[in-house]
Nanobody, 127 residues
Framework: QLQLVESGGGLVQPGGSLRLSCTGS????????VGWFRQAPGKEREAVSCLGTSGGRTNFADSVKGRFTLSRDNAKNKVYLQMDMLKHGDTTVYYC????????????????????WGHGTQVTVSS
């Protein structure tokens, strides 16, 4: 069964850190661009960051640049989103998704390009 599972969300104070994990099952994540998205109530789904298939290429939304980083552990079939200096505005549900194409050249993907999504993990930044 193909699936992505996010974990690592939770409650953190402003300025704190969380590391989200995206684990692939039935799919090899190193063959696809993997993106992290978030969607606040009443707002469109926003691309937070994307990780390319080779060379460690990454892309980040302006709102998270300098605070979030991406990494991949191919042996564990995981992609990690390290979130530091968290702000109230980062509060929402975070989803990982994979691009449908194999070995995509871009590190900027839109939700419509993704064919497999996780169920999301809640991140709450509050004092």
């Amino acid at each position: 069964q193909l699936q992505l599972v996010e974990s690592g969300g939770g409650l953190v104070q402003p300025g704190g850190s969380l590391r989200l994990s995206c684990t692939g099952s039935g799919v090899l994540l190193d063959r696809h661009v993997v993106g992290w998205f978030r969607q606040a109530p009443g707002k469109e789904r926003e691309a937070v960051s994307c990780l390319g298939t080779s060379g460690g290429r990454t892309n980040f939304a302006d709102s998270v640049k300098g605070r979030f980083t991406l990494s991949r552990d191919n042996a564990k079939n995981k992609v990690y989103l390290q979130m530091d200096m968290l702000k109230h505005g980062d509060t929402t549900v975070y989803y990982c998704a994979k691009e449908s194409a194999f070995y995509g050249a871009s590190v900027t993907i839109r939700p419509g390009q993704c064919d497999l999504w996780g169920h999301g993990t809640q991140v709450t930044v509050s004092s």
